[in-house]
């Protein structure tokens, strides 16, 4: 009987690991599935088309569920928010991706900020890539262009496909005891 008893001590948890790696598998395969992609782009270029560098905060109004303006919360749960200014050097591009719900992995992250930046790669600019302790991730773009130019889904959806590097993300401590930056 303890051979039984054995064997189910390690089936049962065994079991349940595999369990939980396929559904984080299934996740993983939606969230970068190109339907998904196309629905993160689409809403990206829209955010961008709708606010043009300003000197003032974003003009959009706050969606009806409180988020801040220029906010994006995609079918799978990627969370960007997004405000755009001009500064004396030019104007900055300040986009924070993260994921409802809990803590978001550096490989998500990249995959996004990797897609949203081959959005902008007709663009050049100053990147700066940063994670906060709380595990929101920042890409910060300081450029002179009066109007972004913004490559079509299937353009980046292929260079995605074909050629993906990591972002380097570095970690970053922000003043005022991890508290996460204001939008800029």
Do not use: C, K
Request: aromatic residues 8%.
């Amino acid at each position: 009987m303890s051979a039984w008893i054995t064997a189910a001590l390690v089936a049962v948890p065994a079991a349940l690991v595999l369990l939980y790696l396929r559904g984080r598998a299934r996740y993983y395969r939606e969230l970068f599935a190109p339907e998904h992609l196309r629905e993160l782009h689409a809403g990206f270029v829209e955010i961008i088309e709708r606010s043009p560098a300003s000197d003032q905060p974003l003009a959009l109004p706050a969606s009806a569920d409180g988020h801040p303006p220029g906010t994006l919360i995609t079918s799978r749960g990627l969370v960007l928010v997004v405000t755009h200014r001009r500064v004396d050097e030019g104007s900055v591009l300040h986009i924070s991706i993260s994921q409802e719900g809990g803590p978001t992995t550096q490989a998500v992250a990249s995959r996004v900020a990797y897609l949203l930046l081959m959005t902008l790669a007709r663009n050049p600019a100053e990147l700066s890539p940063f994670f906060t302790p709380s595990r929101i991730f920042h890409l910060v773009l300081v450029h002179r262009q009066e109007a972004l130019a913004l490559r079509p889904f299937d353009e980046v959806l292929a260079d995605y496909q074909r050629g993906y590097q990591p972002v380097p993300f570095a970690a970053r401590q922000l003043p005022g005891a991890g508290a996460e930056p204001a939008a800029s």
